[in-house]
């Protein structure tokens, strides 16, 4: 009984790593493309108004 246990938490565990695996270079490469294709101003603009939530002093 304890082999069944342990054998089906060790394939739920794997299970669970490469769905978090698979989530991670999906959001990864995501946000690689979408910078990647993004114009420069658009870029400058979102890392301006980010500078300035964090209350950083940027001019």
Known sequence: ????TASTQTSA??????RAIVIAVLLGLGL??????????ALHNAAHDFRHTQ?????
Do not use: I, Q
Request: aromatic content about 12%; some cysteine.
């Open 1 to 4: 009984m304890s082999t069944t």
């Open 13 to 18: 565990s794997a299970s669970e790593s490469t």
């Open 32 to 41: 690689v493309f979408m910078t990647g294709f993004a114009p420069a101003m």
């Open 55 to 59: 209350n950083f002093p940027c001019h």
